[in-house]
């Protein structure tokens, strides 16, 4: 939602100030230029990247308009899902976690938090990590080693979306400028006629300068910039899977571990002490 209102406020005030000037805004109308520097950009995003790469881009720029799920209310349920987790593992028993692990969809630990586990590599993650704590043959700090391996590789991966649309955006003013010298071409071509003809189409020629530079300062590089910080985020909690995840391991109490967990996420969403505190004994009066 912020980030359709700072494009608004971009457009706004660029606009805003033209029309202050006293400037037609029907000679910002190129359609030609607009075909020109958007073909030739979605050309460049399809040259340099693969398929999946180009869908996951549009699919975090949604994520983006929508706004991060990773809010306090988002870390708090997470935090009550890992002491459901260990709670119940500690009163049941190591096989008994074992059988929910291998069918989350039918645990009923994890299907308590719907938000959560439909996230597949969240799921994943915390199975994945639990069915190997489970089996006991791999030590508390080769454990750790794989989760860093994990989330280093998963974080790379996702950052090939934003490091894409990034790439485009820094093309942007150079296509502006091709639109432009395309302009220019067809303005040599049209001298000795009316210079209101000539005046026009030197003015088209600007113009996709000006939405070169525009689409890459005003929109792409932000838009870029933002789904960077989503992804970030995103790896920020996937650290504080891990610091759950591996104290327990080391055998701590259900508390501590979740404790170790809260303590690891940013001091910005971090849930209070007591406000996991109730949140873990409601949901465990509740079951």
């Known amino acids: 939602m912020f980030a359709i209102i700072g494009l608004v ?3 706004g005030a660029i606009l805003g100030g033209f029309i202050m000037e006293e ?7 190129q359609p030609a230029e607009l075909v020109i520097i958007g073909g030739a950009a979605a050309g460049t995003l399809l040259v340099g990247n693969p398929l999946p790469v180009v ?3 549009f699919k975090g720029l949604i994520g983006v308009i929508s706004g991060s799920k990773y809010t306090k209310s988002y870390y708090l349920e997470s935090l009550k899902l890992l002491n459901d987790i260990f709670t119940f593992a500690r009163k049941s028993g190591m096989a008994k976690l074992e059988e929910d692990v291998e069918n989350p969809d039918k645990s009923a630990v994890f299907s308590k938090y719907p938000k959560i586990i439909k996230d597949h590599h969240i799921l994943h993650f915390v199975c994945d990590t639990l069915r190997t704590a489970v ?8 454990l750790d080693a794989m989760l860093e391996n994990d989330i280093d590789i998963h974080h790379h991966e996702a950052m090939l979306p934003a490091k894409a649309l990034s790439t485009v955006s820094d093309a942007l003013p150079g296509l ?16 000795g006629g009316p210079p209101e003809a000539i005046g026009h189409k030197v003015a088209a020629a600007l113009v996709g300068t000006f939405l070169g ?3 890459c300062y005003g929109v792409g590089a932000p838009l870029a910039s933002n789904l960077e910080k989503m992804i970030d985020a995103e790896g920020q909690f996937y650290q504080m899977l891990r610091a759950g995840l591996m104290a327990f391991a080391r055998g701590m109490a259900p508390m501590i571990a979740v404790e170790f ?6 001091h910005d969403l971090r ?5 996991m505190e109730s949140a873990c004994k409601g949901a465990a009066k509740a079951a």
């Not at 089996?135 to 700090?141: A, E, F, L």
């Open 9 to 11: 406020i971009v457009f």
């Open 23 to 29: 400037g037609p805004l029907a000679v910002l109308v």
């Open 55 to 57: 869908i996951n881009m």
């Open 135 to 142: 089996s006991g043959v791999v030590p508390p700090h080769d």
């Open 176 to 191: 502006g400028i091709v639109a432009a010298v395309l302009g220019v071409v067809i303005t040599m071509g049209a001298l």
């Open 213 to 215: 530079i525009l689409l």
């Open 261 to 266: 967990a809260r303590r690891a996420i940013p």
């Open 271 to 275: 849930p209070s002490f007591k406000d």
